[in-house]
């Protein structure tokens, strides 16, 4: 019998753990049941106040616009590098020159201070988002505005707004700055090369006015004094090389701005201004030296007035050929911006999303009130059960302030 008992008890095992689970689910809607108006009444009120909150924030409207970066061509010192490292070392060579990404480094340019000031000067940003200071009213522009380069070489700007036209204005105003601004910066090998020349050619013509007035100053008070034929005819030829090292030697100074010392080019160039000084030394302390024979005072003093001012007059006629193959240079390297897609203004508001934010509500008040309606039945129980009701009591006790 105990047999037949066991036997017919083990059958009987399987179906009431099947009913227990149907018994839990059922309890667990029961509870929902219970609390209905906690489960329904919270995700509703949620939902009211947060369609009412998204209603009363302002619409947004972003706009944007797509330039292409001007590709810089490879400088004079990557050709170099290049050609003697071969085409696998390129990469590591231009990484080693410190050359970016043309895209990288406009972005930078597009997020300095300089082109921040423009854009609030010009747009009057202070009023708009109503700040009292420049880096209060920075901070405002840079958390509106996003500026990305993508993987495809396009500079994305894209700037937010409550005006559509005054956002889309916003974003084509940067490209106009952008423009402006590298027109006068030296952006690439062939500007920097053009602004050292450019210097160098305006203090050479300021040291060529200053020689003249000397030497014109000298005749009218010591009277023009004879100059022989040949001291003239060495005089020309020793200055004009004189200023054909000095320009060596700037544009040797030039070179070591983007090349290092072992570049073919500039141990070509130190070597003709060895030989050039060579010359020079022998043409100042040689043969026919214009001082030797100096026909007076007077005329010692003229000579060395002559010859700094046909140095100068060689000096500034040099430079001025390396200028102007400098400018041709910069114009064929230009950095011209072209405008992909020019900002206009949205028809449609970018945020808020009104729907989004209210369904987001509503799904978190609902998960927070299926949870508050559990734990409100647990505490029901508890409080039913008195050794339950007990702890409760004491967890009470133990978190009341004293």
């Given amino acids: 019998m105990n047999e037949n008992t066991a036997s017919s008890g083990a059958p009987q095992d399987g179906p009431p753990q099947a009913g227990e689970d149907e018994v839990s689910l059922l309890d667990l809607l029961l509870v929902l049941a219970k609390q209905k ?5 919270l995700p509703f009120a949620a939902g009211v106040v947060s369609l009412a909150v998204a209603f009363s924030l302002p619409k947004i409207y972003t706009a944007q616009a797509r330039i292409l970066p001007p590709q810089q061509r490879e400088s004079t010192a990557a050709a170099a590098l290049s050609a003697i490292a071969g085409a696998a070392g390129a990469g590591a060579a231009a990484q080693a020159l410190g050359l970016k990404n043309p895209g990288d480094l406009f972005v930078g340019i597009l997020k300095g201070h300089t082109i921040a000031d423009r854009m609030i000067e010009r747009f009057r940003l202070k009023e708009v988002f109503e700040t009292e200071t420049m880096v209060a009213t920075r901070r405002a522009l840079a958390r509106v505005t996003k500026i990305s380069a993508g993987r495809d070489g396009l500079i994305t700007i894209e700037v937010e707004d409550r005006d559509p036209k005054r956002a889309a204005d916003m974003a084509n105003a940067y490209i106009e700055e952008l423009d402006r601004l590298i027109q006068v910066l030296a952006v690439t090998e062939a500007a920097q090369r053009r602004l050292f020349f450019e210097r160098q050619l305006a203090a050479a013509r300021e040291q060529l006015v200053q020689a003249e007035v000397a030497l014109r100053r000298s005749i009218d008070e010591k009277g023009l004094a004879a100059v022989e034929a040949q001291s003239r005819a060495v005089v020309g030829t020793v200055e004009r090389l004189r200023a054909e090292v000095a320009v060596k030697q700037i544009q040797l100074n030039a070179m070591r701005t983007f090349a290092t010392e072992r570049n073919p080019d500039m141990v070509r160039l130190r070597q003709e201004i060895a030989s050039m000084q060579a010359e020079l030394a022998k043409l100042e302390g040689g043969n026919g030296a214009p001082a030797r024979n100096p026909a007076s005072p007077a005329g010692l003093e003229n000579i060395r007035l002559l010859r700094d001012v046909k140095y100068l007059e060689a000096m500034v006629e040099l430079l001025t050929k390396q200028f102007e193959a400098a400018k041709i240079d910069e114009a064929k390297d230009a950095a011209i911006i072209q405008v992909v897609d020019s900002a206009i203004p949205p028809d449609f508001k970018s945020r808020p999303k009104r729907a989004l ?4 509500s509503v799904l978190v008040a609902g998960l927070v009130a299926v949870l508050l309606a559990f734990i409100r039945e647990a505490l029901e129980k508890a409080r039913r059960d008195p050794v ?11 978190l009341r302030f004293r």
């Fill in 37 to 41: 108006l906690l489960v329904l009444g």
């Fill in 357 to 360: 934010i209210v369904l987001v």
């Fill in 388 to 398: 339950s009701s007990a702890r409760l009591e004491a967890l009470r006790a133990q």
